[in-house]
């Protein structure tokens, strides 16, 4: 278990839907990022989150947003989804704003999109 | 944008050989990482550097930073089968806020 925890594991949609995503970072941990994986492909970088503001976003897509609340989870809205959003999306967290000394990851929400 | 390619794109080796793998990169990283990702999880870190020329190792994994800081390097001695999964490397600029994820390496060990 590494601290950092996502909800749902799965999750089966149809197209044109909206869905939300759920992270919980590591206890003590102030910045959450999103990572969308698809299959067979890489990491890439969606947002960043540090202490309740958005710190850097990477290739979000405009019908995709996310937040981070007071307790410091976070939670990442995909709307009018389509075919293609159907990947494993990763939470990570770090201690501090920056990502030198590495993410812990969650084990993801896998998305199907049907 | 950054990209950081890594090769082979795949391995199929044998129990008990020993593995090499590299990351390149046409941008200059302050720093590099070493992740895992076994089926159906999340990636986690193996190994981090923080100084060009650096070595260092985990185990049976040495990963070194490059003088160019613009590559790595991870091998694992005598593989097993647990080995088995997709090894990324992951740097990060001066300035960047975020990691930029190599396109990884999936290791197949047989026995």
């Known amino acids: 278990d590494s601290g950092v925890t996502q909800t749902p594991k799965h999750l089966i949609t149809a197209t044109g839907q909206r869905v939300t995503l759920r992270c919980s970072p590591r206890?003590?941990?102030?910045?959450v990022y999103w990572y969308q994986q698809s299959l067979d492909q890489g990491l890439q970088f969606l947002i960043q989150y540090y202490n309740g503001e958005e710190r850097a976003k990477g290739n979000i897509l405009e019908r995709f947003s996310a937040q981070q609340f007071p307790d410091l989870h976070s939670e990442l809205n995909l709307s009018s989804l389509e075919l293609g959003d159907s990947a494993l999306y990763f939470c990570?967290?770090?201690?501090?704003?920056?990502?030198?000394?590495?993410?812990?990851f969650g084990s993801g929400t896998r998305l199907t999109v049907v | 944008g950054q990209q950081l390619n890594q090769s082979p794109q795949s391995m199929f080796i044998q129990e008990g050989e020993d593995v090499s793998m590299n990351c390149t990169s046409s941008?200059?990283?302050?720093?590099w990482l070493w992740y895992k990702q076994d089926p159906g999880e999340g990636p986690v870190l193996l190994i981090a550097l923080y100084k060009a020329g650096e070595l260092t190792s985990n185990g049976r994994l040495t990963a070194q930073f490059g003088i160019t800081r613009k590559d790595s390097f991870l091998n694992i001695s005598a593989s097993i089968p647990s080995d088995v999964g997709i090894y990324f490397c992951?740097?990060?600029?001066?300035?960047?806020?975020?990691?930029?994820f190599g396109t990884g390496t999936r290791l197949q060990v047989t026995l």
């Open positions: 206890s003590g941990d102030l910045s």
């Open positions: 941008s200059i990283f302050n720093t």
């Open positions: 992951a740097g990060v600029t001066g300035t960047a806020s975020k990691l930029t």
């Open positions: 990570a967290s770090s201690l501090w704003g920056g990502p030198n000394y590495g993410y812990t």
